[in-house]
């Protein structure tokens, strides 16, 4: 009863309580100051301003935390691409598999979660409708067609190289040097280095793996092969075998006698270095006295360093003896030994730029190497390799005749066919000197 009389009692008061709370609080608001009032209002706005700029920060850390990544992808993904196998299969594959979109799908799984805040309306450029362009590294520029003619290409070179192997029956042939290769497992990459074929440009490269400063790099006065060494020491064989498997491994070859032409203009005409001084004079001690001109005079002056004829007429007798060549000259069969080793990528110093590029998206190496060179270095490369010495070539063989540039041919006709280098045009330019006026 109490119960009752007490719930009977209770409703009407707490509905009327309930009625002056409400009209309490009506009242309230109605009676509340105008300066509370906007105090309100602003307080609102300041929460909406916040939760604005909240969003718009969320938005910028995320664009960084992606540009961060991809900073730091280099390491991550070329142990990554380390268990992939230098498959036939994966230079055929797409290019949409290949390198290419590789950057940006990491940075997106690396954020997982992240993804749904980012509407495709927010950042177009995000969701893959532009697949070669990207916001955070504008050094995207190298085209679908060009990754696509790289490819056709290295395929092609794999395919002539081990006919040429086959046909000559050198398969296996000669042992590998492996204390000539550079390798970083953790970047997945394995270099021959061949002297005088854009080495020092894979030099640098191998340095800014190695983890020198680029700065650094720029300024030292070291020899770029000696800091490369200490990062990179020289393999064994068996160190060799073991990582030829897990990596891309290359070598950057050049027509063969462009690069001698090079090789015997550093090293000898010059003759500023101890070490070749020495072997120049020994040249000319062997071989200038039977020097003749076209017409067979002896020719009574002389340069001070051997010239390229003496040169020649050496490189033929140290072959003829079986000596060791220098790895400026060494023919590249027997150096990087690409009939005994499966190397995944043949290079050229002629396509050398495409050829660069296409290795670095292979081994997912673009942030850190892309764009790294000193703009004076880049434009010697373009320019060095193609007009300077190709210029030169002609007029270096006018030097000699058929007869030793067939005894040449001997020690490095392999390199020609092996990496799809023609020979023939030589026999123009002795010819020339032959009929010519001569010297
Ligand atoms: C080289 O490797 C490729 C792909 O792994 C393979 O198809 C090819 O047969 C190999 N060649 C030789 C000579 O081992
Ligand atoms: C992207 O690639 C396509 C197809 O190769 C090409 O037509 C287009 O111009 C490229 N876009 C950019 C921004 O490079
Ligand atoms: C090299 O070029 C000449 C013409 O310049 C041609 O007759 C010859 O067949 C070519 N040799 C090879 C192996 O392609």
Not at 139 to 168: I, K
Not at 347 to 367: M, N, P
Not at 381 to 387: E, F, K, L, P, Q
Request: proline share 5%; aromatic share 12%; charged share 25%.
């Amino acid at each position: 009863m109490t119960n009752r009389g007490s719930s009977s009692a209770s409703p009407p008061d707490s509905s009327t309580r309930h009625q002056k709370k409400k009209h309490r609080k009506l009242g309230l608001l109605a009676a509340m100051p105008k300066l509370n009032r906007r105090r309100f209002y602003l307080a609102l706005k300041v929460m909406l301003l916040f939760v604005v700029f909240g969003l718009y920060f969320v938005l910028l850390l995320r664009e960084s935390m992606s540009a961060f990544s991809a900073g730091g992808r280099g390491k991550s993904s070329g142990k990554v691409e380390q268990h992939k196998p230098p498959a036939e299969g994966r230079l055929s594959r797409p290019i949409k598999a290949a390198g290419f979109q590789r950057p940006r799908q990491n940075s997106i799984h690396n954020h997982g979660g992240d993804d749904t805040l980012q509407s495709s309306k927010n950042h177009p450029q995000h969701d893959g409708i532009t697949p070669n362009h990207s916001t955070l590294n504008p050094v995207y520029e190298y085209s679908e067609e060009m990754n696509a003619a790289a490819e056709a290409d290295f395929t092609e070179r794999r395919a002539m190289l081990w006919n040429v192997c086959a046909d000559h029956r050198i398969i296996g042939k000669f042992a590998p040097n492996a204390w000539e290769f550079f390798i970083s497992p953790g970047h997945g990459l394995a270099w021959c280095n061949i002297f005088k074929a854009a080495s020092s440009t894979w030099m640098y490269y191998f340095n800014i793996l190695g983890g020198y400063d680029v700065r650094y790099l720029q300024r030292t006065r070291a020899s770029p092969i000696e800091l490369a060494r200490k990062r990179f020491p020289r393999p064994s064989t068996t160190e060799l075998n073991d990582y030829l498997s897990n990596t891309i491994s290359f070598l950057i070859v050049r027509e063969p006698f462009e690069r001698l032409v090079s090789a015997y203009r550093n090293k000898l005409e010059g003759c500023r270095n101890k070490y070749y001084k020495l072997l120049g004079e020994q040249i000319i001690k062997k071989f200038r006295k039977k020097i003749k001109d076209g017409e067979g005079r002896l020719i009574t002056k002389y340069p001070k360093g051997p010239t390229f004829r003496e040169f020649l007429q050496f490189l033929v007798a140290h072959y003829k003896s079986g000596g060791r060549f220098d790895e400026h000259w060494s023919p590249v069969y027997s150096f990087c030994t690409p009939c005994s080793i499966n190397f995944t990528l043949i290079a050229k110093v002629e396509t050398f730029q495409r050829d660069s590029e296409y290795i670095i998206r292979q081994a997912g190496l673009e942030t850190l190497l892309l764009n790294k060179l000193p703009r004076g270095k880049a434009r010697a490369i373009a320019n060095r390799a193609t007009s300077n010495t190709r210029n030169l070539v002609p007029r270096y063989f006018a030097q000699i005749d058929e007869q030793l540039l067939t005894e040449v041919l001997e020690i490095y006709q392999l390199d020609f066919e092996l990496f799809g280098y023609n020979s023939t045009k030589y026999y123009s330019y002795v010819q020339e000197t032959l009929d010519g006026a001569g010297r």
